[in-house]
């Protein structure tokens, strides 16, 4: 079995699902897919990916076939139900419930908020990208900073890293990168630095993938 | 036990908890939140919710307890993992993906494009936000309609409903009301039409809910 995913340095989304498959211990093939050139929207690609994003997982099985994973978030759910161990959900049902509500506070909250064809269309429309995706950011960052002390331990949800964690590691990374603080939002500085402790969050990062460039 | 669901009668977050707690045949109680008014700004409600959104579902148990749940995916998951029967998700992981991935093509992709704060924030920025949901709303549905072709039956996902029409049909909704024709989708009409035969869509339509108002 080989696992391929086609996804971008800089991208939060893509990010996630490279930080899981570390977890999950799981190789891969990296295709990158350059956003600012516009090869998300190559026909092979949307074809593959209608939405036009990254990131997609192939998989591509012992018997010929080849499975199509789309949206971050369904592919780290997809992961964790077939390669449970470790698993990115806690057990219990009302845990698994927080850590989901906490990976879309980001995943739906935040992000798509700040993602290159939104900050495109502010611009277009005479906008302030920057100041946009600063506040969205900031509000988005200080609703999580109070949603996560329902459940904090070392990481998001008690002491293992789950879901929400893979979510919230490419953020805290996309506000730095924006002039939002890390620090000014101390339970996420906590979380983010026992999630530097891991292999599978550092190797993950964008400026350590094959595609990333020296600056923009 | 006790189902309270805060939410907001036009609100297609909202509106897929009511559809799923209709096929779960769960009763709830419905409080209103009127976020044209600001109430989800509360303190109460902020507590219940940082993020001051809509819906939050709070489960008040035989024991005493009260359960707070948050982000309309992950309480629709919550849902199917506490009351199972009939499932919101099929059973196959392949389709499971495909499922969720429906979903968050809504859930990320176009509803937090479109939603109150977002539509304010443009209009601050002395951009045009009709125009800005028309172009959100479009291109999001043009790649849901072909996402959906890998798995559609006589819903999104075969031939039962599941989270991603829970998903759909709200977003068809807010489709019709910011001016984009959903007949410029026909499988997504077609599958609309099938949700309609249903009473769990019909009864948590906006228009029949307690706090609806004729116009705006």
């Known amino acids: 079995m080989t696992l391929r995913l086609h996804n971008y340095w800089r991208s939060s989304a893509s990010n996630r699902v490279r930080i899981a498959l570390g977890l999950k211990g799981l190789p891969y093939e990296y295709i990158a897919?350059?956003?600012l050139k516009g090869e998300q929207g190559s026909a092979v690609h949307t074809a593959r990916n209608?939405?036009?994003?990254?990131?997609?997982l192939e998989i591509l099985e012992p018997d010929g076939r080849t499975i199509e994973l789309r949206q971050s978030v369904a592919i780290l759910e997809y992961l964790d139900e077939r390669w449970p161990d470790p698993p990115l959900l806690?057990?219990?049902?009302e845990a698994r419930a927080a850590t989901r509500a906490l990976a879309?506070?980001?995943n739906s909250g935040i992000q798509p908020l700040q993602n290159l064809a939104t900050m495109k269309r502010v611009k277009e429309g005479g906008g302030d990208d920057r100041a946009w995706v600063q506040g969205f950011i900031r509000s988005?960052?200080?609703a999580f900073e109070?949603?996560?002390l329902f459940t904090v331990g070392q990481f998001c949800v008690g002491d293992r890293p789950t879901i929400a964690d893979c979510c919230l590691v490419p953020q805290l990374y996309s506000a730095e990168r924006f002039g939002v603080a890390v620090d000014d939002f101390p339970v996420c500085r906590r979380i983010l630095d026992a999630c530097h402790e891991l292999p599978a969050f550092t190797e993950a990062h964008p400026d350590k993938q094959p595609d990333a460039v020296a600056s923009t």
């Open 33 to 35: 897919v350059n956003i």
């Open 50 to 56: 209608p939405m036009k994003q990254v990131p997609t």
């Open 90 to 93: 806690p057990r219990g049902l």
């Open 104 to 106: 879309e506070l980001i």
């Open 140 to 142: 988005g960052l200080a």
């Open 146 to 148: 109070a949603q996560v």
